[in-house]
């Protein structure tokens, strides 16, 4: 059990330029979780998937967002035409199934500047 | 709505003393709670859950929480704390009749004095 992993840690971009995040999740974990995090809070829901399917997107996660689950494993998360205030963590976590532990990733540090 | 309210930014305790961390809850039906770790630039830490049963939970690193239904509350505890227990703690509720995500509340910033 390798645990969650998340790629690159850290990022800085300038506004307008587009990113893309990885997030590799425990091996056999079905459900897949995207949060972010601004300094000071804690973390806010983005969207998860069950296997490839994407179930569910926040309000938060606007038209400049899109994630994608090829396949059930991996997962990024790309955001376009960055906007200082996408600066935040955004941390993905995985679970077994319904209503087991959610295990969190190390995270993705995005600075804009 | 499913919610939870850590009302403390920050807690201070020399090392050695217990401490609390406080997190109440607000949800509909029975609630699946949930106590994370956070220690600087990094991701968060699972200590512990409730779901059902002992109202007293034990998780890693020697913590605790108790579950009170009256008071809905789920409050964090560890009987002697170590200066490297300082870190942030966010208490969770899972919000199982929608999407299943956590709901986090804004942290606890605790502080453990030599």
């Known amino acids: 059990d390798t645990g969650v992993s998340q790629d690159p840690r850290h990022k800085i971009t300038k506004r307008g330029q587009n990113v893309t995040f990885r997030c590799d999740p425990i091996s056999e974990h079905n459900r897949l979780y995207w949060y972010r995090q601004t300094l000071g809070q804690g973390p806010e829901f983005l969207t998860y998937?069950?296997?490839?399917?994407?179930?569910?997107k926040s309000r938060l996660l606007s038209d400049r967002f899109s994630a994608e689950r090829p396949k059930g494993s991996f997962s990024t998360l790309e955001i376009q035409r960055t906007e200082q205030g996408d600066s935040a963590m955004y941390l993905c976590?995985?679970?077994?199934?319904?209503?087991?532990?959610?295990?969190f990733g190390p995270g993705t540090r995005l600075l804009v500047l | 709505a499913q919610s939870v309210a850590q009302p403390e930014d920050q807690v201070n305790v020399a090392e050695g003393n217990p401490l609390t961390v406080k997190c109440t809850y607000s949800?509909?039906?029975?609630?699946?709670l949930f106590w994370y770790v956070q220690y600087p630039n990094r991701g968060l830490q699972f200590l512990l859950k409730y779901i059902t049963g002992d109202n007293l939970v034990k998780g890693s690193y020697g913590f605790e929480a108790e579950f009170n239904k009256s008071q809905t509350s789920f409050h964090l505890k560890k009987p002697s704390a170590l200066v490297s227990d300082s870190a942030l703690y966010f208490c969770a509720v899972r919000d199982l009749y929608n999407t299943d995500k956590l709901i986090f509340g804004t942290g606890t910033r605790l502080q453990v004095f030599p």
């Open positions: 976590a995985s679970s077994l199934a319904v209503k087991e532990t959610q295990y």
């Open positions: 949800v509909s039906g029975n609630p699946y």
């Open positions: 998937f069950q296997n490839e399917a994407q179930l569910e």
